[in-house]
């Protein structure tokens, strides 16, 4: 009887963890096998103003830095996690495919990612150029996301680097995202086409 609650209560935590993993998406694709898990995209870093102003406002609006997403893909038995990143620059910047991501973990220790980005796009609705850089999560930074928080993010465009701040909560999303698409890993099969 007295080994009954402390029982409940673990079920209860796991639970209340199972409830907090936000996945977007686990799906095979039907034409090549490929499943992919995605976490729903979080805010990264802080809230920017755009370059549009309103009639008649003092103020500018304002956008946020970036979102981000973790996820996980499986091809013909090659697995890969991977950080996806959508940030607003200012102006628009060259990035090549090369290691120009950089994660500086809470403990000092610096994580280097594969960026493949995409070209930069023109909103015409914010006046800001938006960018999507996919970073491929070795396994051994995969370890490292999992124990550890993100305290800032840097990213190298040709001539110009961005440097995006995590408050706590973010750092906290990042890490959760990461436990969520392993968590997902560990409790399902993978889904039919």
């Given at each position: 009887?007295?080994?009954?609650?402390?029982?409940?209560?673990?079920?209860?935590?796991?639970?209340t963890?199972?409830?907090?993993?936000?996945?977007?998406?686990?799906?095979?694709?039907?034409?090549?096998?490929t499943?992919?898990?995605a976490t729903?995209?979080?805010?990264?870093?802080?809230?920017?103003?755009?370059?549009?102003?309103?009639?008649?406002?003092?103020?500018?609006?304002?956008v946020?830095?970036?979102?981000?997403i973790?996820?996980?893909?499986?091809e013909?038995?090659?697995r890969s996690?991977?950080?996806?990143?959508?940030?607003?620059?200012r102006?628009?910047?060259m990035?090549?495919?090369?290691?120009?991501v950089?994660?500086?973990?809470?403990?000092g220790?610096?994580?280097t990612?594969?960026?493949?980005?995409e070209?930069?796009?023109?909103?015409?609705?914010?006046m800001?150029?938006?960018?999507?850089?996919?970073?491929?999560?070795?396994?051994?930074y995969?370890?490292?996301?999992?124990?550890?928080?993100?305290?800032?993010?840097?990213?190298?465009?040709?001539?110009?680097?961005?440097?995006?701040?995590?408050?706590?909560k973010q750092?906290?999303?990042?890490?959760?995202?990461?436990?969520c698409?392993?968590?997902?890993?560990?409790?399902?099969?993978?889904?039919?086409?």
């Open positions: 009887m007295k080994y009954i609650l402390p029982m409940f209560l673990l079920l209860a935590l796991g639970f963890a199972n409830a907090q993993c936000k996945i977007a998406l686990d799906k095979i694709d039907e034409f090549d096998s499943r992919l898990i729903k995209p979080f805010n990264i870093g802080y809230l920017v103003a755009t370059g549009n102003v309103a009639e008649g406002f003092d103020g500018k609006e304002s946020e830095e970036g979102k981000a973790f996820s996980f893909g499986n013909n038995n090659i996690f991977f950080l996806t990143l959508a940030v607003v620059e102006k628009f910047y990035c090549d495919a090369e290691y120009n950089h994660l500086k973990m809470k403990d220790q610096i994580l990612l594969l960026n493949v980005p070209e930069g796009e023109f909103d015409r609705k914010i800001m150029w938006k960018y999507v850089h996919t970073c491929v999560v070795p396994l051994e995969f370890h490292a996301l999992r124990n550890g928080l993100v305290e800032k993010i840097r990213i190298e465009y040709t001539n110009y680097k961005q440097t995006i701040v995590l408050e706590d750092a906290q999303a990042l890490q959760d995202a990461v436990k698409v392993e968590e997902r890993l560990k409790t399902t099969s993978t889904p039919k086409p």
